[in-house]
T-cell receptor, first 113, second 115 residues
Framework: QQQVKQSPQSLIVQKGGISIINCAYE??????FPWYQQFPGKGPALLIAIRPDVSEKKEGRFTISFNKSAKQFSLHIMDSQPGDSATYFCAASSETSGSRLTFGEGTQLTVNP | DTGVSQDPRHKITKRGQNVTFRCDPI?????LYWYRQTLGQGPEFLTYFQNEAQLEKSRLLSDRFSAERPKGSFSTLEIQRTEQGDSAMYLCASSFTGGANYGYTFGSGTRLTVV
């Protein structure tokens, strides 16, 4: 299966709060799991990515948690800011499939001031 | 060369007309990808090239769609006999060989509206 399922569809948090977005996948051949941020009228921009040989990766306020056995991964945004308001997509790929990305459905994040 | 460029940014066309979009990838990148994104959805893979060779096409890419990358540099995506269902954002991305974790960069897309 090539699907990547993402939840929630939308998320509203207060400034300074933690935003958590979850994704689940089926294809065990996936070996790369990026998160993308997209603003209206723009293409997706890579935020952070992880490979399945690690369980967590942190870059600044952004952390990916990865659970290989459950085939799930999540994005945590610490100290969320109004400028983080955007649509977030998880994705997955495998080199054996030419590294085309399979995206989740997206999460519309709104951070209230 | 600061990123992936797509032209035009917006295109409005009448149903039945042909349209062509252009993508200029990051010059050092040898892979080029086309995706389609409809409102409220994640991008869906259409096709990709390594240098000038088209290596994979999605089932989403009907016979009305054709993509080329004639010299391994820029690419064009043509849609013939456009239908209202073709209305979407068409995104181009490029990367080094090794794919998604090697400089994978998206352009800002071409927004197609078929009326």
């Amino acid at each position: 299966q090539q699907q990547v399922k993402q939840s929630p569809q939308s998320l509203i948090v207060q400034k300074g709060g933690i935003s958590i977005i979850n994704c689940a996948y089926e294809n065990t051949a996936f070996d790369y799991f990026p998160w993308y941020q997209q603003f209206p009228g723009k293409g997706p921009a890579l935020l952070i990515a992880i490979r399945p040989d690690v369980s967590e990766k942190k870059e600044g306020r952004f952390t990916i948690s990865f659970n290989k056995s459950a085939k799930q991964f999540s994005l945590h945004i610490m100290d969320s800011q109004p400028g983080d308001s955007a649509t977030y997509f998880c994705a997955a790929s495998s080199e054996t499939s030419g590294s085309r990305l399979t995206f989740g459905e997206g999460t519309q994040l709104t951070v209230n001031p | 060369d600061t990123g992936v460029s797509q032209d035009p940014r917006h295109k409005i066309t009448k149903r039945g007309q042909n349209v062509t979009f252009r993508c200029d990838p990051i010059s050092e990148h040898n892979r080029l990808y086309w995706y389609r994104q409809t409102l409220g959805q994640g991008p869906e893979f259409l096709t990709y090239f390594q240098n000038e060779a088209q290596l994979e096409k999605s089932r989403l890419l009907s016979d009305r769609f054709s993509a080329e990358r004639p010299k391994g540099s820029f690419s064009t995506l043509e849609i013939q006999r456009t239908e209202q269902g073709d209305s979407a954002m068409y995104l181009c991305a490029s990367s080094f060989t090794g794919g998604a974790n090697y400089g994978y960069t998206f352009g800002s897309g071409t927004r197609l509206t078929v009326v």
